[in-house]
């Protein structure tokens, strides 16, 4: 019975939240070039926006867009003295369009950027919301989604191993700059998923999900290493 339960908390471990599109002008005509803003930033994590921006640019240009390259914007955006989402209100989005050479730009925010320990009970949640405005500032597309982890384990010896594996990846991907980083793919992924390609179907469908491709495969490697540890002990 304990197995069965646990199975069922690993299956349900990472689980996406999106629905209809907040909003989509129809008919929907796909912009030609495509510039990916700074995201603006909800919580305490610092470097979640722009490892968001980073992301949501890769995700689009599989997607099928032209997308202005990143460096060229943030250098372009730099100079007129932005460098964060927070200081994007200081121009409108045609403004920011014709600066960055862009039929239009993609506004994006961190709402949700956290990990959450508690005894047998751990949560892993990223949420953003996104948005894509022409050059003549009308939005086309708006929608928000979520990704969240979650592990529940009943048995106490288990538990506390799991932990241990947990914060080991959690320093890992601090060590290498990319905390929560499958939850934020698969944020993204099902953000996509209500955005229109330019070449058919949407741009989620032509991501790879990715959100179980990092720390899912260190997971087995450092559970080895605590057992070998415990023998030892």
């Keep these: 019975m304990l197995k069965t339960f646990r199975l069922a908390v690993f299956l349900l471990c990472l689980a996406g939240c999106a629905a209809k599109p ?18 603006s930033n909800e919580t305490n994590n610092l470097d979640a926006p722009e490892m968001m921006q980073k992301l949501a640019w890769q995700g689009l240009e599989r997607g099928g867009y032209r997308v202005v390259p990143l460096d060229d914007a943030r250098e372009k955006l730099r100079k007129a003295g932005i460098t964060d989402g927070g200081q ?8 920011l369009a014709a600066l960055l050479g862009a039929d239009a730009v993609l506004y994006g925010t961190v709402t949700k950027f956290s990990y959450v320990t508690l005894g047998v009970y751990l949560k892993r949640q990223v949420a953003a919301t996104a948005s894509l405005v022409l050059s003549d500032g009308s939005v086309v597309w708006k929608h928000a989604a979520s990704a969240t982890r979650t592990l529940v384990e009943p048995d106490t010896k288990r538990a506390a191993r799991e932990l241990a594996i947990q914060l080991a990846v959690k320093w890992v991907e601090r060590i290498i700059s990319h905390p929560l980083y499958p939850e934020m793919q698969r944020s993204l992924y099902e953000l996509f998923l209500t ?5 058919g179907g949407k741009v989620g469908t032509r991501m790879h999900p990715g959100f179980n491709r990092w720390s899912d495969s260190c997971l087995p490697f450092i559970g080895r290493l605590l057992d070998f540890a415990a023998r030892k002990h």
């Design 195 to 199: 955005l229109p390609s330019p070449s």
């Design 88 to 95: 994007l209100n200081s121009k409108t989005a045609p403004e």
């Design 22 to 39: 907040a909003m989509l002008r129809k008919p929907f005509v796909p912009p030609v070039v495509v510039a990916v803003l700074p995201f």
